[in-house]
Structures are given as C-alpha cells and as structure tokens.
C-alpha cells in the first residue's frame, strides 16, 4: 500500500514559468513533510520542509503548501530554470513516539524538465 | 565537511556472496539511515540507527543487517545476496534523534547481484 504517491510520473515547464508538483498521502498520522532533488548518479538534496501545523512555507524560489484535510501537498517552483531539471521525491514523516520521525516514508518520484 | 560519503560507489556480485557497504558522516548527526531506492518505487527504509548503539528495522529489512560502529559509521552487510538486492542504497544522517528534520544523504551505491 503505497502510502505517499505522485500521481505525475514527469513534468515538462519552459524556463521562467512556474513548475508544480504534487504529492498524496493517505496516512493521517503523518505530520511532517519534505521535498528532495535528485540528480542523476548523486544522492537525493534536502530542498523544504513543512510541518503539519503550517500551511505553507517558502525558501526563496521554492514554496510548499500542505492541504491537511485533502491530504496533498505540492512544491511550487518560481521561476524554473534549466538547472532545476531533475527528480523530485516527497517524503512524510509520523511522529508515533520514540525514533519514529526518522521513518521517512517516500513517493515515486517526478521528473522535472525544464527547457530553456 | 564532506557531508556523508559511501563506499563503494559501484560493485558487483554473484548469487550467495556477501559483503559490506560502508558509510560514514562528519557532520556530528546522532540517526543514520540505508534505504534501497529501485526503479518507480522512490527510496525505502532498511535500517536505522537513532544513536549510537541503537538500530532498528525500516520497512525492508529481510537480508540485511547493520553496525553503527561509532557516531560517525554506520554500515549495511549482504549476508548471502541474491538478485532481488540488485538496486541503489542510499546511506543518510540527520541531527535530530527524537524530532523531525531533514536527511542528508550520500551519493549512493549501485549494486548489481548476477
């Protein structure tokens, strides 16, 4: 039962424009969640969190919005550039006690192209 | 800082073999992490230590087991492999041991079992 899904396997955006990527969750104990980068032959880059009792945070071009009752969130990149072509993972956490916020429970994944 | 690093980058094995992947992290973080990340299912927890001298189960962590030698390493050995454990592993470390916070990860081992 895959508990964290990305529906999209691959987006395609022209640079400048904005790029939104969306991740479902079913578990209602999750109440921590993070979005990764990816290159291709590297390991995944922490990119933004947000916590559950949020409902958006920014970091400079990159913005997560959390939709607890829909159990969605999306990662919102303004603008997108060539350089942020790449897989993007999120991942949930719960925090049921003792070490559990270090269960990180991923999606699948979306490839982002962004054409010059 | 060299962040988290992983060896080998690369190997290769036949069925029944073992051996060990190696990973160690220099920026003072108490949890460590394995995943395994295979084609159209993200990563995946194998094992986790959240300090040292603790390790626990991920979600699959048939055919493996794990030493957190010290705070710094933290390695995953292949008993006897078999194809299934072809796949990428990923080694990560976070400094919070009872909180949420981000994983920094390695660059990863591809492993290929014949």
């Known amino acids: 039962d895959q508990q964290v899904k990305q529906n999209s396997p691959s987006l395609s955006v022209q640079e400048g424009r904005i790029s939104i990527l969306n991740c479902d969750y079913t578990?209602?104990?999750?109440?921590?969640f993070l979005w990764y980068k990816k290159y291709p032959a590297e390991g995944p880059t922490f990119l933004i969190s947000?916590?559950?009792?949020?409902d958006k945070n920014e970091d400079g071009r990159f913005t997560v919005f959390l939709n607890k009752s829909a159990k969605h969130l999306s990662l919102h990149i303004v603008p997108s550039q060539p350089g942020d072509s790449a897989v993007y993972f999120c991942?949930?956490?719960?925090?049921?006690?003792?070490?559990?916020?270090?269960?990180?429970?991923f999606g699948q994944g979306t490839i982002l192209t962004v054409h010059p | 800082n060299a962040g988290v690093t992983q060896t080998p980058k690369f190997q290769v094995l036949k069925t029944g073999q073992s051996m060990t992947l190696q990973c160690a992290q220099d920026?003072?973080?108490?949890?460590m992490y394995w995943y395994r990340q295979d084609p159209g299912m993200g990563l995946r927890l194998i094992y986790y230590?959240?300090?040292?001298?603790?390790?626990d189960k991920g979600e699959v962590p048939n055919g493996y087991n794990v030493s957190r030698l010290n705070k710094r390493e933290f390695s995953l050995r292949l008993e006897s492999a078999a194809p299934s454990q072809t796949s990428v592993y990923f080694c990560?470390?976070?400094?919070?041991?009872?909180?949420?916070?981000?994983?920094?990860f390695g660059p990863g081992t591809r492993l290929l079992v014949l």
């Open positions: 578990n209602s104990m999750f109440d921590y």
């Open positions: 947000i916590s559950s009792i949020k």
């Open positions: 990560a470390s976070s400094v919070v041991e009872l909180g949420p916070s981000a994983q920094y």
């Open positions: 230590s959240a300090s040292e001298g603790t390790t």
């Open positions: 920026m003072n973080h108490n949890s």
């Open positions: 991942a949930a956490s719960a925090n049921l006690g003792g070490t559990s916020y270090g269960k990180l429970t």
